[in-house]
């Protein structure tokens, strides 16, 4: 399944429009996302996981399984930074991803993990994650459910032109994509 990550929300304060896709695929183990991206800057600051990543050149995938009141934020720069955690909204009930299960969290990308000031220019950049399915449906085995509850994200918080794309739209006065009641869904077998 193709998705294209191309609606813009906020339009009027932020009408940046790079190009954005996400492949996603799984094979019963995994959950693979193969991120495309066009777009007129670039930057990459927090090179640690667990950082400001959003504030970066940034792909987020969010996900939620059916009937579970949590979900799961993966948020990603061009570089293989990642922030992950467990929770039920912005603020409440954040349990980040430990260590361990960050490191379980595959990521091959097109620059390597050194920081970077926003570069202008025209640049197009891949980044490929490997998700552990259990971590996703920890709850839930050895039976996967087959449909997922999700939303794509491109960002870039700290840019020139900053902007705020989504697969499904969100519908919201200002940007905040901690909002599950806006995820579509992704058929995953």
């Not at 091959?108 to 926003?118: L, N």
């Not at 839930?140 to 902007?163: G, I, M, S, W």
Request: hydrophobic share 35%; aromatic share 12%; proline share 8%.
């Amino acid at each position: 399944m193709t998705c294209a990550v191309n609606k813009v929300n906020w339009p009027a304060e932020f009408p940046e429009k790079p190009e954005v896709s996400v492949e996603v695929s799984n094979d019963h183990e995994w959950l693979l996302l193969k991120w495309h991206v066009r777009g007129e800057q670039l930057r990459a600051v927090t090179t640690e996981d667990q950082g400001p990543v959003w504030e970066d050149s940034c792909v987020e995938f969010f996900c939620q399984v059916p009937g579970d009141d949590h979900y799961f934020n993966f948020e990603c720069n061009c570089i293989g930074a990642m922030v992950g955690s467990r929770r039920k909204g912005r603020a409440e009930d954040v349990v980040p991803l430990s260590a361990a299960e960050m490191a379980r969290i595959e990521r091959k990308c097109d620059y390597p993990r050194a920081a970077f000031e926003e570069k202008d220019g025209l640049f197009e950049w891949k980044v490929e994650e490997r998700i552990p399915l259990d971590l996703i449906f920890r709850d839930k085995k050895p039976e996967f459910p087959q449909v997922l509850k999700a939303n794509f994200y491109k960002c870039a918080d700290k840019t020139k032109r900053p902007h705020f794309l989504s697969w499904r739209p969100i519908d919201l006065p200002k940007p905040d994509f901690h909002c599950p009641q806006f995820f579509g869904e992704i058929t995953l077998f």
